[in-house]
DNA sequence: GCCAACGTTGGC
DNA sequence: GCCAACGTTGGC
């Protein structure tokens, strides 16, 4: 089982949203950044837990857990051009986007902001603590999975 | 709203 | 295949 930490902006998407959702779970869609396209695709399965973090907001930081419950599948925003990120090279025959599905678990009391991580010694080289740092979704190792949680 | 960082595009 | 221009992200 692998970690993540996935980037929403509350404004858009939040976990109060997620929480509310049927069964809890929604798809998580409009990734057009290959790296992550590749993420998704290829290393995020079923059973991994993914940090959700709230970006563009104040104070920025991970709010809550969700858990990944469907694996990789044709992102079908991507070939809808009523949607925000609609793609005309990605087509149903040859889908150049995915998503996958994740199930609201926790949410914490308080949010962990991004200033009490980079904060943290342990978390000196944790992905979303880099300044520039523009992926929507990136691995979290277990020990920083589980230096968070001990915050 | 500003701006640094960085991914993408397209001319050559 | 280089690289300048451009667009987007996201903290502040």
């Given at each position: 089982?692998?970690y993540w930490?996935?980037?929403s902006e509350?404004?858009?998407?939040?976990?109060?949203?997620?929480?509310?959702?049927?069964?809890?779970?929604?798809?998580?869609?409009?990734?057009?950044?290959?790296?992550?396209?590749?993420?998704?695709?290829?290393?995020?399965?079923?059973?991994?837990?993914?940090?959700?973090?709230?970006?563009?907001?104040?104070?920025?930081?991970?709010?809550?857990?969700?858990?990944?419950?469907?694996?990789?599948?044709?992102?079908?925003?991507?070939?809808d051009i009523?949607?925000?990120?609609?793609?005309?090279?990605?087509?149903?025959?040859?889908?150049?986007?995915?998503?996958?599905?994740?199930?609201?678990?926790?949410?914490?009391?308080?949010?962990?902001?991004?200033?009490?991580?980079?904060?943290?010694?342990?978390?000196?080289?944790?992905?979303?603590?880099?300044?520039?740092?523009?992926?929507?979704?990136?691995?979290?190792?277990?020990?920083?999975?589980?230096?968070?949680?001990?915050?």
């Amino acid at each position: 089982m692998a970690y993540w930490l996935f980037k929403s902006e509350p404004s858009c998407f939040s976990i109060d949203d997620l929480m509310k959702k049927k069964q809890q779970t929604s798809h998580w869609d409009g990734v057009r950044n290959y790296q992550v396209r590749n993420f998704l695709r290829d290393k995020i399965k079923i059973g991994d837990q993914c940090f959700f973090y709230h970006s563009s907001c104040n104070p920025p930081g991970i709010v809550g857990i969700a858990e990944v419950v469907k694996n990789a599948y044709p992102d079908h925003t991507a070939w809808d051009i009523h949607s925000d990120h609609f793609d005309p090279k990605s087509t149903p025959e040859n889908p150049r986007w995915y998503m996958v599905d994740i199930k609201f678990l926790k949410k914490f009391p308080h949010i962990i902001t991004l200033e009490s991580l980079r904060k943290h010694p342990n978390l000196k080289n944790m992905v979303v603590t880099k300044t520039g740092n523009r992926l929507s979704i990136t691995p979290v190792t277990p020990d920083e999975w589980k230096t968070i949680l001990s915050l």
